[in-house]
């Protein structure tokens, strides 16, 4: 099963995806500005180009869980771009919290805004094969 993991910003949105067998996570180039409709066309279009399954997005929520000041905005991304892709792939909420500050520590040629959704994508990954489920969305 393919994945794409997004870390979604209002300007840009990190990007990452798994192999066929859901094991690796390989950041990809950042999309800019993912919730305008060219930038949602372009999310359908890589989804079908990559032919993923799920499409995991981080959603910021706080150190203790709760709602941030940007997981509605997340959530209603999401929301949106689960009507865009229809029955194409399943969209997933995923706790990120961390994942930037980790990216930022590690450094590396790839955008940093992918290196997180590489970072989430591993997380998600290694949570699927424990669990054989990766929701977790601070509900």
Do not use: N
């Not at 865009?84 to 990120?96: H, I, N, S």
């Not at 989430?120 to 509900?139: I, T």
């Amino acid at each position: 099963m393919r994945v794409l993991a997004l870390d979604y910003g209002e300007a840009r949105c990190g990007c990452a995806v798994s192999d066929r067998t859901g094991t690796l996570a390989t950041p990809i180039e950042p999309l800019a500005r993912p919730a305008s409709k060219k930038g949602l066309q372009s999310l359908v279009g890589l989804v079908d180009e990559l032919e993923a399954e799920v499409v995991l997005v981080g959603l910021p929520v706080s150190l203790d869980g709760g709602d941030s000041a940007q997981t509605a905005e997340v959530r209603g991304f999401a929301d949106r771009l689960a009507r865009a892709l229809g029955p194409k792939a399943r969209v997933e909420l995923y706790d990120e919290r961390f994942t930037t500050k980790m990216a930022q520590a590690a450094g590396g040629d790839t955008s940093e805004d992918s290196r997180a959704a590489a970072l989430l994508l591993d997380e998600w990954l290694a949570g699927s094969v424990r669990s054989g489920s990766g929701s977790k969305d601070g509900r």
